[in-house]
């Protein structure tokens, strides 16, 4: 069989015809401007799609739903009067996290981050999901809605969700595409205040996975 050169980003992975992944990153060498890997390789043990002219590669995240090892906690506040908040509160365990956070609001809103907040009270336990729904994996983190909150602690992240006010209000979503990697035993807390004027329902969704 003839070898074949493929370029692949180096964060990604091969997805091979027997459905197993492989580290495009192992026993690769790097380009001289370093962006991408390269090597010269069989092209049996690589799924090819004829259509596209390509081989088959997933990123690592979704990788990472295949192992089992990605998760997701959300919840949604109904009714949130103006000037009140909407808290989701997220504790590591034994691992780091690395979150991706999404927020939806009906109206303007302002959306936060903090560490190092402190409470008096836990809050709502909220149960946290394994995306791969055919795997048990469990994660070591825990989370809380509505938790009672005596020190705020830093803001790392302070956004406006430009929904408008009073009567006239369309509904506004913020999401990173940017990782908020957590330490492990450490506590962070998503907040979405109402800015609305009148009560608006809101939405917080967090979707990460762990690394040791």
């Given at each position: 069989m003839a070898n074949i050169n493929t370029m692949s980003p180096?964060?990604?992975?091969?997805?091979?015809?027997?459905?197993?992944?492989?580290?495009?990153?192992?026993?690769?060498?790097?380009?001289?401007?370093?962006?991408?890997?390269?090597?010269?390789?069989?092209?049996?043990?690589?799924?090819?799609?004829?259509?596209?002219?390509?081989?088959k590669v997933i990123d690592l995240v979704h990788e990472h739903i295949h192992?089992?090892?990605?998760?997701?906690?959300?919840?949604?506040?109904?009714?949130v009067a103006n000037d009140a908040n909407a808290d989701l509160r997220i504790l590591a365990?034994?691992?780091k996290n690395h979150i991706i956070a999404t927020v939806s609001a009906e109206g303007k809103a302002y959306s936060y981050l903090y560490s190092g907040t402190a409470y008096s009270g836990n809050g709502t336990g909220v149960t946290v999901h394994n995306n791969n729904l055919a795997n048990a994996n469990t994660t070591s983190s825990t989370a809380?809605?509505?938790?009672?909150?005596?020190?705020?602690?830093?803001?790392?992240?302070e956004m406006l969700i430009n929904g408008g006010i009073g009567g006239q209000t369309v509904s506004g979503v913020h999401s990173g595409r940017i990782e908020w990697i957590q330490s492990t035993s450490t506590d962070l807390l998503f907040r979405v205040t109402n800015k609305a004027g009148t009560a608006k329902d809101i939405s917080i969704n967090l979707e990460f996975y762990e690394v040791d």
């Amino acid at each position: 069989m003839a070898n074949i050169n493929t370029m692949s980003p180096k964060s990604g992975r091969i997805l091979q015809e027997d459905n197993t992944v492989i580290n495009v990153a192992d026993g690769y060498a790097k380009d001289p401007d370093d962006i991408y890997i390269q090597r010269t390789v069989d092209a049996a043990p690589f799924a090819y799609d004829e259509n596209e002219d390509c081989y088959k590669v997933i990123d690592l995240v979704h990788e990472h739903i295949h192992e089992g090892n990605h998760f997701v906690v959300s919840k949604l506040f109904t009714s949130v009067a103006n000037d009140a908040n909407a808290d989701l509160r997220i504790l590591a365990g034994a691992k780091k996290n690395h979150i991706i956070a999404t927020v939806s609001a009906e109206g303007k809103a302002y959306s936060y981050l903090y560490s190092g907040t402190a409470y008096s009270g836990n809050g709502t336990g909220v149960t946290v999901h394994n995306n791969n729904l055919a795997n048990a994996n469990t994660t070591s983190s825990t989370a809380y809605h509505t938790p009672t909150v005596g020190t705020l602690g830093t803001a790392k992240r302070e956004m406006l969700i430009n929904g408008g006010i009073g009567g006239q209000t369309v509904s506004g979503v913020h999401s990173g595409r940017i990782e908020w990697i957590q330490s492990t035993s450490t506590d962070l807390l998503f907040r979405v205040t109402n800015k609305a004027g009148t009560a608006k329902d809101i939405s917080i969704n967090l979707e990460f996975y762990e690394v040791d």
